[in-house]
């Protein structure tokens, strides 16, 4: 059991963790395509308590590596930006047609193409192990909980301030917003 204290492990503690925000995420997505929100949102959620604890858990024990940093990143893409992005298209936009359903099928590309852009320069200007004060633009974890909450709000938004919404926090993602590391 020492590999799960030794940073060369590709199967430490902490990418152990990130692993089960990745299940989580997969998991959601199959309870997406059933309709399932609430089950999907309450996985992402579990998906998202395990992306902080897997950070703590690196610096507490030193096993931050290059691995687990890509690794992290994999999993903040998916259940960060392809799960949300997923459910709203799933659960507004479905019922869409024609000139509309393209319009919201280009605005949630942005939003995903805007997540992983995010999430390769973080990667560039971070090294292993590192953690700065403040993230410059919306972390996707924070970007994923604002869709929650467009989502939420959506019954009363139309699927039109849905998009509007989607788009400006997708722009927020690579903006040079200060937001402060928790």
């Known amino acids: 059991m020492n590999f799960l204290y030794k940073s060369t492990s590709h199967f430490n503690l902490a990418n152990l963790f990130t692993m089960v925000n990745i299940t989580c995420g997969l998991l959601a997505t199959y309870f997406i395509t059933q309709n399932q929100f609430i089950l999907a949102i309450v996985l992402a959620w579990i998906g998202g308590a395990f992306d902080i604890f897997d950070g703590k858990i690196a610096r507490k024990f030193g096993l931050s590596n290059e691995f687990g940093v890509q690794l992290d990143s994999f999993a903040d893409f998916l259940s960060f930006v392809l799960v949300p ?8 936009y479905s019922t ?3 000139v509309s359903l393209i319009v919201v099928a280009v605005g949630s590309i942005y939003y995903v193409i805007s997540g992983l852009r995010r999430l390769i320069q973080f990667n560039i200007n971070t090294d ?3 953690v700065s004060k403040y ?8 970007g994923a ?11 009363l938004i139309t699927w039109v301030g849905v998009l509007v919404f989607m788009i400006i926090i997708g ?7 200060k937001i402060p590391h928790l």
């Open 85 to 92: 992005t997923f459910l709203i298209f799933q659960a507004v």
């Open 96 to 98: 869409l047609e024609g």
């Open 128 to 130: 292993a192990g590192e």
């Open 135 to 142: 993230f410059t633009g919306v972390p996707t974890p924070l």
């Open 145 to 155: 909980i604002l869709l929650w909450v467009v989502y939420l709000a959506s019954p």
């Open 171 to 177: 722009a927020l993602l690579n903006s040079k917003v």
